[in-house]
């Protein structure tokens, strides 16, 4: 059973920067394919970030590249997501998610990761 624990989440200006942390209950993190998704309620989860078990790969969606980046300290079993010059279009709920790796990665399709965790807010004020 694995646990994610999204935090960081609040209030900021346009412009400015965010970092949020998600806390995964694995044995292993180094295991598992991580990954950042945002949704807007009543929209579909968007893909935004994703990092490989090892942290040597890290995949972003067009609309974050160059601004956000995602990192991973598999000792400490924790994903960030480093946000810079945050936009108005950022303001998401954001979730962390976790699959473990069997050679195949669908790293940007929300349906592929199997856990998730409960999401943090973002809000971006102009």
């Known amino acids: 059973q694995v646990q994610l624990v999204e935090s960081g989440g609040g209030l900021v200006q346009a412009g400015e920067s965010l970092t949020l942390s998600c806390a995964a209950s694995?044995?292993?993190?180094?295991?598992?394919?991580m990954g950042w998704f945002r949704q807007t309620p009543g929209k579909e989860r968007e893909f935004a970030a994703a990092v490989s078990g090892r942290g040597d790969k890290m995949y972003y969606a067009e609309s974050v590249k160059g601004r956000f980046t995602i990192s991973r300290d598999n000792a400490k079993n924790t994903v960030y997501l480093q946000m810079k010059r945050l936009k108005s279009e950022d303001k998401d709920v954001y979730y962390c998610a976790a699959r473990i790796y069997t050679g195949s990665v669908f790293y940007t399709q929300a349906r592929w990761y199997a856990y998730w965790g409960q999401g943090t807010q973002v809000t971006v004020s102009s």
């Open positions: 694995v044995r292993t993190l180094s295991s598992y394919t």
